[in-house]
């Protein structure tokens, strides 16, 4: 059974910076991109930021610039600074994982959300 866990959201400050971690866990194979998504109160969950096994990353418009998505393939974990925080910015945010789970077909995974409240 393959798990995705974030921690680090919270609650800071406009200007302020935090930065998220998401480690999967389980029977994986392989890990192949990896991405972080937002949803807001009453708005569709919409795609962060995503950086695939090895290449380019990838940003909404909105947070290019603030923040930096990055991964740690022999933990499995990837991260998500945030810096310039707005009030925009507030909302859960959820890990996304494509992968190979042993024994498995290649599919998608989310993790639990973490909020992130950015107060003005």
């Known amino acids: 059974q393959v798990q995705l866990v974030e921690s680090?959201?919270?609650l800071v400050q406009a200007g302020g910076s935090l930065r998220l971690s998401c480690a999967a866990s389980g029977s994986i194979f392989s890990i192949n991109a990896m991405g972080w998504y937002r949803q807001a109160p009453g708005k569709q969950r919409e795609l962060v930021a995503t950086i695939p096994r090895a290449g380019s990353t990838n940003y909404v418009d909105s947070v290019k610039g603030r923040f930096t998505i990055s991964r740690?393939?022999?933990?499995n974990t990837v991260y998500l600074q945030m810096n310039s925080l707005k009030p925009e910015d507030t909302a859960v945010y959820y890990c996304n994982a494509g992968?190979?789970?042993v024994g498995a077909d290649?599919?998608?995974?989310?993790?639990?959300?973490t909020q992130v409240t950015v107060s003005s």
């Open 8 to 10: 680090g959201g919270g």
């Open 106 to 113: 290649y599919r998608a995974y989310w993790g639990q959300g």
């Open 72 to 75: 740690d393939n022999a933990k």
């Open 99 to 101: 992968l190979w789970a």
